[in-house]
C-alpha cells in the first residue's frame, strides 16, 4: 500500500442509496482544469498558465498536490481519510488522459478528485452522497472547477445498466464494491462503453473477485491488451468496441481448463516485475527467435 497508509479490502461504508444526482455541470465544453489554489505556494509555479496547460506534466503534478494532503472521503479507512490506491496507479491514469476525455468510475475518493481536476468530464458512481460532499468541498477548496463532474448516488450494480446513453468513453476506473461479482458487473455494464483503444483500469487485485475475473477471463482474452500493473492495480487496453454480450462461441478462449496454479503463480510473479521490464524482455526473446529460425 502506497503511503496513504491505506490497507487492503473491502470499503465498509454507511451506504445510503439515493435517486441519481447530478452535479453542477454536465459534459460540454472542456474547461481549463484548475486555478491557483488558495491554499497553494508551490503551485503557481508549478504551472505554465492561468489554467495551465494540460499537459501530463501538470497532471502528476496535481497527483502530487492531491496526495499531499488528500480528502478525507472515507473516515473508517484505517489512515481516517481515504481508502485509495498506489501513487503509481493514479500517475499512470494520468498519463492516459486529457482535458476532456471521458472518464467513469465506480467507488469515489482520490480518483474522483484528480479526474476533476485533470479536466476530465468525469462521472463517479457512488452510493454515499456524504462522500459528494466531501469531494465537492475540498474540489472547491483547491479551486478545482467541478463543471464537468457528475456523480450518480446509486450502487454501481443499479446504476450502470440504465446507462445506455453514456456514449462511448475513454476510461473506465473499477474501485467500488469488491465482493464477487460486483467488479465483474462494473466492467460489463460500464467497460462496455469503452471506445476501441479506450483503458480500463481495475483496483484491489489482492480481493478474488478482482483478480480471479482477470486472471479467469480478461487475461485470456486477447481484445484486451495488459498495458499497465502492479501487485494492487491492472490496466488494459480495449482494442475490440460495442458492447461485451456475447455468445460462448465467441470465446474461444474460455473453453477448457482453467490457468492451474502454476500459471496463476507466475502470473502473479510477473506483476511484481515493471511492465517496461517485461515488454523489453518480450522483444529481446522475440528477436532472439527471429535470429534462432534464420537458416
Ligand atoms: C476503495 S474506495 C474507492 C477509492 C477511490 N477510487 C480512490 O482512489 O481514492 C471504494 C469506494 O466504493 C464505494 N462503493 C461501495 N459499494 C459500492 C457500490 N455498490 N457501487 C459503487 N460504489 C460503491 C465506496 O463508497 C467507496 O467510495
Known amino acids: 500500500m502506497d503511503q496513504g497508509g491505506d490497507e487492503e479490502g473491502d470499503c465498509r461504508l454507511d451506504l445510503a442509496i439515493g435517486p441519481p444526482h ?66 503509481r496507479c493514479y500517475e499512470f491514469m494520468a498519463s492516459q488522459v486529457r482535458p476532456g476525455s471521458r472518464t467513469l468510475e465506480t467507488g469515489a475518493g482520490v480518483s474522483t478528485v484528480l479526474f476533476t481536476a485533470w479536466g476530465c468530464r468525469h462521472i463517479a458512481v457512488v452510493p454515499s452522497p456524504a462522500e459528494e460532499m466531501i469531494i465537492r468541498e475540498y474540489c472547491a477548496e483547491m479551486d478545482f472547477d467541478t463543471s464537468l463532474l457528475t456523480f450518480d448516488l446509486r450502487p454501481s450494480e443499479l446504476a450502470l445498466p440504465g446507462m445506455t446513453e453514456l456514449g462511448e468513453l475513454d476510461l473506465m476506473f473499477i474501485d467500488g464494491a469488491h465482493s464477487f461479482p460486483m467488479p465483474i458487473i462494473d466492467w460489463f ?107
Open 189 to 295: 455494464y460500464g467497460a462496455g462503453h469503452l471506445r476501441k483503444g479506450g483503458v480500463v483500469v481495475f483496483d484491489d487485485l489482492p480481493l478474488p473477485a478482482v483478480s480471479t475475473f482477470l486472471n479467469s477471463f480478461v487475461e485470456r482474452d486477447d481484445r484486451w491488451q495488459q498495458i499497465g500493473s502492479s501487485p494492487k492495480w491492472r490496466a488494459y487496453r480495449r482494442l475490440s468496441e460495442g458492447s461485451l454480450a456475447e455468445h460462448e462461441f465467441q470465446q474461444p478462449f474460455f473453453q477448457g481448463d482453467q490457468p492451474n496454479v502454476r500459471t496463476r503463480a507466475i502470473r502473479i510473479l510477473k506483476d511484481l516485475v515493471p511492465l517496461s521490464i517485461r515488454q523489453e524482455l518480450a522483444r529481446s526473446e522475440s528477436s532472439s527467435r527471429r535470429h534462432r529460425s534464420q537458416p
Open 22 to 87: 447530478h452535479g453542477s455541470g454536465s459534459a460540454g465544453e472542456v474547461h481549463g482544469c484548475c486555478r491557483p489554489g488558495r491554499r497553494q505556494g508551490r503551485w503557481a509555479s508549478t504551472f505554465t498558465g492561468m489554467d495551465g496547460d494540460g499537459s501530463e506534466a501538470q497532471r502528476l503534478a496535481i497527483v502530487a498536490r492531491v496526495l499531499e494532503s488528500p480528502p478525507a472521503v472515507h473516515p473508517s479507512a484505517p489512515n481516517g481519510k481515504v481508502w485509495r490506491t498506489d501513487r
